[in-house]
């Protein structure tokens, strides 16, 4: 555990230094560290404004933003695929993502403004989503089959909701930005938002680790975690809420992301096995590089334009998702 912590950690670093390189100004890992060293320590910096700024303004809370949101979905994942019992559960597939998305529209259509405002917004928007979901799911019988399908329904009710809110409300400019970042966009990455999104996801991953043998015992079943002394009730109502609120704060901050919590949390399995306590810090880090890269990629690979966040994740993450099942099949 240690050692792939480390080793975790290590890459993220390098993967976050590297991703602020890339562009069309002509910079280094040197320089990046420079910056850092000049805003931190008060070093000596023999650099351009221009070039500082590109560092410090633009590319490095970008690439941060991109490591907190990776992080957060990916422990979002990892608990609901284990309070659900569900693989195919995370917050993008059990419409959470949605209802966050149209919580945050609201806010920014209405003019209501302010990220507490637009944090807020998106997620009552998410516990509505996740209460919906579960109700139905209830109403259709239970199972995972009917909670996927539930979800379903769920993702395609708020994000029509969304979608008539941005098209009766919003002006075109509007509409277009909209629209883009609800595709997920790191594009207006900020030091407030870094800061606000790090401290949630750190919350909620120490949440999540004070629960992890609970979420251990949930891999045998409800009957069987309250056996073993665990207070079901109050663990899932917990976790949810925490779920929904990091969620949200994602959500408002990049728009709706799909597939990282889905896929990066069985890549984790695979690294350093089902116990939550190693799964959840193994599965941060790896959604963490997992993103750092992605949204590098969805900035250069058509610069000067520049593709969806969430455009690259589907693209990646389908396929490795097929590559996950197969390797589980191949295991059994």
Same mark, same amino acid.
């Given at each position: 555990m240690l050692l792939v912590t480390i080793v975790g950690a290590g890459g993220l670093l390098l993967s976050i230094a590297a991703a602020t390189t890339i562009g069309p100004a002509d910079l280094g890992v040197r320089d990046v560290y420079t910056v850092v060293a000049h805003n931190l320590w008060n070093a000596t910096a023999d650099m351009t404004v221009i070039d500082e700024g590109i560092i410090w303004q633009l590319r490095l809370p970008r690439a941060l933003l991109a490591a907190v949101c990776g992080a957060g979905l990916a422990i979002c994942g990892v608990v609901l695929q284990s =309070?659900?019992?569900?693989? =195919? *559960?995370?917050?993008?597939? %059990? +419409? @959470?993502?949605? &209802?966050? #998305?149209?919580?945050?529209? =609201?806010?920014? $259509?209405?003019? =209501?403004? +302010?990220? !507490?405002? %637009?944090s807020s917004g998106a997620f009552v928007g998410a516990l509505a989503a996740f209460v919906f979901v579960l109700t139905l799911a209830v109403l259709a019988g239970g199972g995972t089959d009917r909670l996927v399908l539930a979800g379903?329904? &769920?993702?395609? !009710?708020? #994000?029509? @909701?969304? *979608?008539? @809110?941005?098209? #009766? #409300?919003?002006?075109?400019?509007q509409t277009r930005g909209v629209l883009f970042w609800l595709l997920g966009s790191l594009g207006g990455a900020s030091w407030?938002? $870094?800061?606000?999104? +790090?401290?949630?996801? *750190? !919350?909620? !991953?120490? @949440?999540?680790l004070t629960q992890s043998d609970a979420l251990d015992a949930f891999a045998f079943g409800h009957d069987a975690a309250a056996a073993l002394g665990v207070s079901v009730a109050r663990v899932r109502v917990l976790l949810m809420v925490v779920t929904a609120l990091l969620t949200a704060v994602l959500v408002s901050a990049a728009g709706a992301i799909g597939f990282v919590g889905l896929v990066l949390p069985h890549a984790a399995r695979i690294i350093d096995g089902p116990l939550h306590r190693r799964l959840l810090v193994v599965s941060a880090l790896a959604g963490a590089i997992f993103l750092v890269w992605v949204d590098a990629a969805a900035r250069t690979v058509f610069a000067p334009q520049e593709l969806p966040v969430g455009v690259v994740t589907a693209l990646v993450g389908v396929p490795a998702f097929v590559l996950i099942l197969a390797r589980r099949r191949q295991i059994r």
């Open positions: =309070l659900m019992r569900n693989p =195919l *559960a995370d917050p993008f597939i %059990l +419409g @959470i993502s949605s &209802g966050a #998305s149209t919580g945050a529209v =609201l806010v920014i $259509v209405t003019g =209501l403004g +302010g990220a !507490l405002s %637009l379903i329904a &769920g993702t395609q !009710l708020f #994000s029509a @909701i969304t *979608a008539f @809110i941005v098209f #009766s #409300s919003a002006d075109a400019q407030d938002q $870094v800061a606000v999104c +790090g401290g949630i996801c *750190a !919350l909620a !991953l120490f @949440i999540c």
